[in-house]
């Protein structure tokens, strides 16, 4: 398996566009979870999927930031409208029993 | 409440030389523990497992790292560092598949 796949590696946008980052997970795995990286803040669990369906959402900083999984091969984040703290490095990563984790997304918000 | 501390944001060590980096949990059951790897501009990557058994566990790339349950603790050791080991060290635990992660240790490697 190829491992988890995100996309793009490397975004950067203006203030108030919208952003949309991409994970496929590795196959089989039926967790999937989004992180958000920052120096001040470190790994911060945002949303997880099990078996496609959202479980707990309460690390989603704000009605912006919304995810989805409409299949078990493809998820997406989405912000909007972007805002220049929501620049960070996102995690994407899924899970039998141990969880592997994606290359990630480095987002810049100008 | 599952909780992860990594005492040292950095470390620094000299190539060749041993290296322990400190891990301590909170957790009210028999705990999940985790290490793992971020090289620069990298996703994490799994050093090592505990889920039961043997509490020396070895993994990836010469790591090992002990349990101790009196100690609430899971130090990752490697006997002799390489360059390439500098990289940020993540600790985490977890009673099954959502892992609390710590803020990680900066390993830096003086030649």
């Known amino acids: 398996d190829a491992g988890v796949i995100q996309s793009p590696r490397h975004e950067v946008t203006e203030m108030g566009q919208e952003v949309t980052l991409r994970c496929k997970p590795i196959s089989g795995h039926d967790y999937l979870f989004w992180y958000r990286q920052t120096m001040m803040r470190g790994l911060e669990l945002l949303i997880y999927f099990n078996n496609n369906v959202p479980i707990d959402d309460s690390g989603m900083p704000e009605d912006r930031f919304s995810a989805k999984m409409p299949n078990a091969s493809f998820s997406t984040l989405k912000i909007q409208p972007s805002e220049p703290r929501d620049s960070a490095v996102y995690f994407c990563?899924?899970?039998?029993?141990?969880?592997?984790f994606g290359a990630g997304t480095r987002l810049s918000v100008l | 409440a599952q909780s992860v501390t990594q005492p040292d944001i950095h470390i620094t060590v000299s190539e060749g030389a041993s290296l322990e980096l400190r891990c301590n949990y909170s957790y009210g059951a028999t705990p999940y523990l985790f290490w793992y790897v971020q090289s620069p501009g990298q996703g994490l990557q799994l050093l090592l497992k505990y889920f039961s058994g043997d509490t020396l566990v070895q993994g990836i790339k010469g790591f090992e790292a002990e349990f101790k349950r009196s100690q609430s603790s899971f130090n990752l050791r490697k006997p002799s560092v390489h360059w390439s080991d500098a990289a940020e060290y993540f600790c985490?635990?977890?009673?099954?598949?959502?892992?609390?992660f710590g803020r990680g240790t900066s390993l830096i490697v003086h030649p």
């Open positions: 990563a899924s899970s039998g029993d141990i969880q592997y």
């Open positions: 985490a635990v977890g009673g099954s598949y959502i892992p609390t």
